[in-house]
């Protein structure tokens, strides 16, 4: 049992070393061949155990998004409050929700990302004072 929380924190601190370094990782499953994102120690498909370290293109369509409420949700991201939260289908198949830089959070900006329909994203690092954050932006 111990080892397995081993494990699973360096998982965790593995991912964000180089998501630091703007590199987005993933584990893919021997068994089944998909991507878990964020990364674990099984698929989250399968149940699998047999997962190894994957690096992902950081490529994606964005299906929708939405404006944050008036209070930043941790204080990590109250200098760049408020943001526009999107629902993003990453190349490799995950679906993750992360903050969508390069859109206004105001309803007229929303209202015309909406009209587009599904657009494509890249991820970025946003750095913040004690830890990376994954967020896109608009591919033009």
Known sequence: EMQALNEQRNTIRWYYDVLAQGAVRAVK???????????TGCCTHCGGWNVKGAQLSGKGTLHFATHTG??????????????????????????????????AP?????????????????????ETEDLPVLAFRLVD
């Open 106 to 126: 105001e309803p007229e900006a929303l209202r015309a990302l909406y009209e587009k329909g599904p657009v494509p994203v890249e991820a970025v690092t946003l």
């Open 29 to 39: 499953c021997e068994a089944c061949g998909k991507f878990t994102f964020p990364p």
């Open 70 to 103: 008036p209070a930043a949700s941790h204080p990590r991201f109250e200098q760049n409050w408020p943001v526009v939260y999107g629902h993003v289908e990453l190349e490799e198949g995950p679906f993750v929700h992360a903050i969508v830089q390069g859109v």
